[in-house]
C-alpha cells in the first residue's frame, strides 16, 4: 500500500478528453455555417493551411513543371453561394468562382487567376489530370473539416497538453543527449494556440509520442548541471515561436519542390506515429476498461 502512494503519476493523466477517431466529413452547407462563426484570425488560419496544402499538391504533381507560369497562390471564396448569387472571385473570363487559381509568369512577374475550367484549359492538361486537379481540391476541403467539426463541436486549442508539452521541453533541454523534436510541429501547433482552435488530431498524437518519448529519456538520462528555470524557458520558447518579420523571397521552383518533398515526409511520419498510437490505445483499452484519459 506504501508503494502504491509514492508511485509517480501516469505523464499525461488528467488530460479532458479529445476525439482521436480522425477526421469528419462536412457537407458544402456545414462546411459555410461553421466557417461563418469563425473569427477573422481563425478564418485566415483555415485559408493559409488550404493555399499550403493546394500548393504542395501542385509542387508534388509538378503540373506546371514545363509551362512558362509557375503556380502562385489559391484563393478560396467560403461565401460562394449560386442560390444567393453571392461572389467574391472571379476567373479572367469575368465568371464568378469558388476557387481562384492564381498563376505567376516565369519570366515577367505577370499574374493571371483563373477557375479551375479555364486553369486546366490553360495548362492543355488530359481530361484525367483535370479530374485529379478537382480531386486534390476536394481533398484539401476534406482535410480540414475535421477542425471545422472539432470547432463546431465546442472543441478548443488543448491548453492542458500543451502546458505537459512545454513541462517535457523543459526536461529535454535538462538532459545532455535530448530527445530530437519535431520543430515543425510545434510551429503548426502554435499557431492554432494563438487563434483558440482545436488542432488536428493527428497533431495531438504527435504531440502526445514526444511527451512519452522524453519522459521516458529523462527517468533514464544524465541531467546538467544548470538549467534555467521552467518560466525563464518557457518565456524564451514561446519568444522563439513568433513570426519573425523577414523580407519576403522568390525560390526556384527546384527549391520549391524539395521543400514539398521534405513536407510529405513530415506528413508521412505523422501518419505512421497516428497508427502506432491507436493500437496502443487499443491495447490500454483492453486492459484498463472504463478509463477516461490517456496515459
Known amino acids: 500500500m506504501e508503494q502504491s502512494k509514492h508511485r509517480p503519476k501516469p505523464i499525461l493523466e488528467g488530460l479532458r478528453p479529445y476525439p482521436i477517431e480522425g477526421r469528419k466529413t462536412l457537407t458544402v452547407k456545414n462546411r459555410q455555417e ?108 476534406l482535410a480540414l473539416d475535421e477542425i471545422l467539426w472539432l470547432k463546431d463541436r465546442r472543441y478548443f486549442f488543448p491548453q492542458d497538453l500543451w502546458q505537459k508539452y512545454l513541462i517535457a521541453l523543459h526536461k529535454n533541454e535538462r ?34 509520442q514526444d511527451i512519452r518519448a522524453i519522459d521516458k529519456a529523462f527517468q533514464k538520462g544524465t541531467k546538467k548541471q544548470a538549467i534555467q528555470n521552467f518560466e525563464t524557458f518557457k518565456n524564451h520558447f514561446v519568444q522563439q515561436l513568433q513570426p519573425k518579420s523577414v523580407a519576403k523571397k522568390e525560390y526556384l521552383p527546384e527549391t520549391k519542390t524539395l521543400f514539398a518533398q521534405f513536407m510529405q515526409l513530415e506528413e508521412e511520419k505523422i501518419a505512421q506515429v497516428w497508427l502506432e498510437l491507436q493500437q496502443l490505445m487499443v491495447q490500454n483499452q483492453e486492459k484498463n476498461k472504463g478509463g477516461d484519459s490517456i496515459a
Not at 508534388?60 to 460562394?80: G, I, M, P, R, S
Open 34 to 141: 461553421i466557417y461563418q462563426r469563425l473569427t477573422k484570425p481563425q478564418r485566415e488560419l483555415i485559408e493559409k493551411h488550404k493555399k499550403y496544402k493546394m500548393g504542395s499538391f501542385f509542387l508534388e504533381k509538378q503540373y506546371l513543371k514545363a509551362e512558362e507560369w509557375d503556380f502562385h497562390t489559391l484563393n478560396v471564396d467560403e461565401n460562394y453561394n449560386q442560390k444567393l448569387k453571392k461572389y467574391h472571385l472571379y476567373c479572367q473570363c469575368g465568371k464568378p468562382v469558388k476557387y481562384q487559381f492564381v498563376l505567376k509568369s516565369k519570366t515577367t512577374n505577370e499574374k493571371i487567376h483563373l477557375g479551375i475550367t479555364h486553369f486546366t484549359d490553360h495548362l492543355g492538361v488530359t481530361p484525367a489530370v483535370a479530374s485529379e486537379i478537382k480531386k486534390g481540391l476536394n481533398q484539401v476541403d
Open 175 to 208: 538532459l545532455v543527449h535530448p530527445v530530437p523534436v519535431n520543430l515543425v510541429l510545434t510551429q503548426r501547433v502554435w499557431a492554432f494556440f494563438e487563434v483558440d482552435m482545436p488542432i488536428f488530431v493527428a497533431d495531438y498524437l504527435a504531440i502526445i
